[in-house]
């Protein structure tokens, strides 16, 4: 496969996945803002340093107010990662590999495109904002559910799928460092009922809620939830489902094309961390500084995946 074929399927389905995971981080900032006390518009300043979008933001926009933050997250041109830039750009991603894409995954992207820029026109009021959120998940996983039931499992299909699995893990990440910004300000929170409400909106965040009710019927804490949404290895929006995902797309390519990359150390790496440590461990490193390592070595992972495929050759 040519580099730039692969570089095309690669950010398509990251930057589809990107969508879908702003759309998240909204309806994260919206959710634990109904569950502080004072001026809700504050919340909207960790949703935005979890995004990697805070800067960006400060330099188009004076006053940060929910209605600025939503806003500059779901459908501002300037910025890259809103979820109106993150569609067209998968679209036009997906223009240039059309012929590695079967027709209903065209479709659907194409669909998705068209439907997204219809839903965010103009600013939504604050009553539009929750089912704006829902279709754009919806619409994500319409593409998703195209690639799975049409795509060829072979190179083009693993290329979807690490550009995926990246983003998805990226994004589990920043979704639960939201939780250290809210309650940075308040330690004396942690453990409160107010704590574990807010661990309740990051599960169903990651569309986790209904899965860990099956596993744990009674009440739980924060420690149990945050073991199922970072070390959990059948959920599938868990850092170490994304681990192990990538690692074993990697190694597919690598039986493929009978070489091994250094992607696929560290991506093993990544994977065999979550082997061998217990969420004690990472209580007992910190959250946040573990998901900072963790954001850290997704980016480096994918930098070097387009080192080693060659993306832009």
């Known amino acids: 496969m040519l580099g730039k074929t692969a570089n095309g399927l690669f950010w398509m389905y990251r930057l589809l996945e990107r969508a879908d995971c702003t759309a998240r981080l909204v309806e994260t900032g919206q959710r634990i803002a109904l569950t502080r006390s004072g001026t809700r518009d504050d919340e909207w300043r960790s949703v ?64 998705a495109y068209m439907r997204v820029r219809e839903l965010l026109a103009r600013k939504l009021s604050e009553r539009e904002v929750p089912p704006v959120l829902d279709k754009v998940r919806d619409l994500a996983s319409l593409v998703q559910g195209a690639t ?49 409400v807010q661990w309740d909106t990051i599960l169903r965040s990651v569309s986790a809620h209904g899965g860990f009710r099956m596993q744990h019927s009674s009440a739980v804490g924060p420690r149990e939830i945050a073991r199922f949404v970072i070390l959990d290895k059948q959920m599938p929006r868990s850092l170490a489902f994304c ?71």
Not at 60 to 78: F, G, I, N, P, Q
Not at 91 to 99: D, E, F, L, S, Y
Not at 245 to 271: I, T
């Open 48 to 111: 935005l340093l979890s995004a990697g979008s805070f800067e960006g933001f400060r330099k188009y926009e004076e006053d940060l107010t929910k209605t600025a933050a939503v806003d500059w997250l779901m459908r501002s041109k300037d910025n890259p990662s809103s979820v109106l830039s993150c569609i067209s750009n998968a679209r036009q991603n997906a223009r240039m590999v059309r012929t590695a894409l079967t027709p209903e995954v065209w479709e659907a992207t194409n669909y």
């Open 243 to 313: 681990a192990r995902r990538l690692r074993r797309n990697l190694e597919r390519l690598r039986d493929q094309y009978g070489l091994v990359k250094p992607s696929l150390a560290m991506a093993s790496d990544l994977d065999e961390f979550y082997n061998v440590n217990d969420i004690d461990t990472i209580f007992e490193f910190g959250l946040h500084e573990h998901t900072q390592q963790t954001l850290g070595e997704i980016t480096a992972l994918g930098f070097q995946i387009e080192q080693d495929y060659r993306f832009y050759e």
């Open 148 to 196: 799975h039931n049409t795509m060829l499992r072979n190179d083009i299909y693993d290329f979807t799928q690490l550009g995926t699995f990246l983003e998805r893990a990226d994004n589990t990440a920043r979704i639960l460092d939201v939780k250290y910004y809210v309650l940075l300000p308040s330690v004396a929170a942690v453990g409160s009922s107010l704590d574990n």
